[in-house]
């Protein structure tokens, strides 16, 4: 491979760095030993500026060793976020699933399948459940039940996943 030669013409005219004197800068280790100085000044005014706050402020500056109380501990169990997760369920009924759209909330109703057609007590297995995805126009079950995704507590989703085996499951409108 051969390299493109330029001509002198092509390249641009050189500049020259004009001449300066050095620069000397006076009292360099003055400024350095201010410096320093100031930097053992600097974190007792912080704390004192933070004493004062505290002290307006009503602080009493005591730390006290008795663990917070139990409501207290309660509050704060309660006030951390819910983990939810996506739960497929099987609703029995597809009609109903039809009627849904993600974003609906629902209650998850379980009634235990009866083979002798007596009496069922129904319970509610998941309240205020988030419809996540429902099924596409047509997708059902030979049995007519239809999949639908909620989003769930995980402790929700164990107990749905429960029922879903030994109960038929039905959703009502929020």
């Known amino acids: 491979m051969s390299r ?13 760095v004009p001449r300066f004197e050095p620069l000397r800068v ?23 500026m933070a004493a004062a706050a505290l002290a307006v402020a009503g602080g009493s500056g005591e730390v006290s060793a008795d663990p917070p109380p139990r409501a207290a ?6 006030a951390a976020p819910v983990r939810l997760v996506s739960a497929p369920v099987r609703i029995a009924d597809a009609a109903t699933v039809r009627l849904l759209r993600p974003g609906d909330r629902v209650d998850v109703i379980a009634a235990p399948h ?11 297995v998941a309240a ?8 596409p126009e047509g997708e059902t079950r030979p049995d007519g039940g239809a999949l639908v995704v909620l ?4 402790p929700t989703a164990t107990a749905l996943a429960g029922a879903g085996v030994t109960s038929r499951l039905a959703v009502t409108l929020c």
């Open 128 to 135: 205020g459940a988030r419809v996540d995805e429902v099924p």
């Open 4 to 16: 493109p030669t330029h001509s002198p013409a092509s390249l641009p005219e050189g500049c020259a």
């Open 26 to 48: 006076r009292g360099g280790r003055q400024r350095l030993r201010r410096a320093l100085g100031r930097r053992r000044r600097a974190p007792a005014a912080i704390l004192t």
């Open 73 to 78: 501990v309660k509050e704060q169990r309660r």
């Open 114 to 124: 009866s083979p002798m057609g007596g009496s069922v007590t129904a319970r509610v």
């Open 151 to 154: 989003s769930v507590p995980r």
